[in-house]
């Protein structure tokens, strides 16, 4: 009977034993896991942000040509904002009957210029950049470059727009 007793307390222990390690191993491997998303979780965004910018790139140099249609009915002193690619553009329709188109995306930091056909200007709202609506220079305050012209074909279907 104590044999049989004795038995059955060993028995017993095994698998508390291996209870425990079941339990052990078990956490190690929600931990493992756990830790394998979070640090993937912090790594993407990590990659995004320095794939974004070759990302960009290549999409930028993709793009040669944008044909918006019906454009070329756009009022004489009028502005249409497009996208270039990726990037917003600008085509102004000048009273003098030019037609010019800029990348729309400011030299000093990036931020998208507005054309202000009562001053015949480009401005840019962020901290007060002013360019040539013809040529793109930069002309007062903090750009340092002019903003990228773009070649204009207009025809009878719309605008053609393409990198010089
Ligand atoms: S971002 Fe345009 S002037 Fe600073």
Known sequence: MSDLRGSTAMVEEVAAENGDRN??????????AAGICYTAALAYPVYRYLASPNEMALNETAVTEVTLKDAQKLPSGSVLMFKFGTRPALLIHHEDGRWISLTAVCTHLGCTVQYEPQADRIHCACHGGVYNPYTGANVSGPPPKPLTLYKVKVNLDGVVVSRV
């Open 23 to 32: 339990t052990r191993r078990a956490f190690l491997a929600a931990a493992g």
